[in-house]
């Protein structure tokens, strides 16, 4: 059992809180940043770029509403925090980190954890890994403009996505469920602050 992390509310499914017990958040971030990180606050990890605030990964993973069956796509890995919460809710987790030296280091830090389900991919998360789709869930942790259709693609019957969208003054939560028939329901949920999604 590692130190809890400060979440506020806590989350409707109590495995998405058992994984925020499970993973320890501050082997995830700079040494610099270890004293902050249980605080509910994104913390920078380099490259510009910032691991979540955990009270948000909380209502997207609680969103998600992830099977233990489910197949996962991540977008924006960065340092892997939220791929290893994903791995103790889902079968297999596949995250995307479009920079090299991040991908290095959350592969490092998950193998280091001895998380065998989730596996860091190298390159553009708006296209997805159609090589592996569809998949059963999408967590995006990257804001673009608009949801990539890439990704729209690549989720399955019953699928769901959390995903950021807007600039870098407004962003809003989108959560999407695709019905068995195939349509797609998007709806508008809380405002909050990603970092851009890169596109290549």
Known sequence: MVRAVELGAAPRDPRVLEAFRRVPRHVFVPERERIAAYEDRALPIGDDQTISQPSMIAMMLDALECEPSSRVLEVGAGSGYAAALLAC??????????????????????????????????????????????????????????????????????GRIAIPVGDAHRQ??????????????????????FVPLVER
């Open 89 to 158: 809710l889902a079968a297999r987790v596949d995250a995307i980190e479009i920079r090299p030296a991040l991908a290095a280091r959350a592969r490092a830090t998950l193998a280091a954890l001895g998380i065998d389900n989730a596996f860091i991919h190298l390159g553009d998360g708006s296209k997805g890994l159609p090589e592996h789709a569809p998949f059963d869930r999408i967590l995006v942790s990257a804001a673009p403009h608009q949801v990539p259709e890439a990704l729209l693609d690549q989720l399955g019957p019953g």
């Open 172 to 193: 809003v939560l989108m959560i999407g469920e695709r019905a068995a028939d195939g349509q797609l329901r998007m709806r508008r949920d809380v405002p909050c602050v």
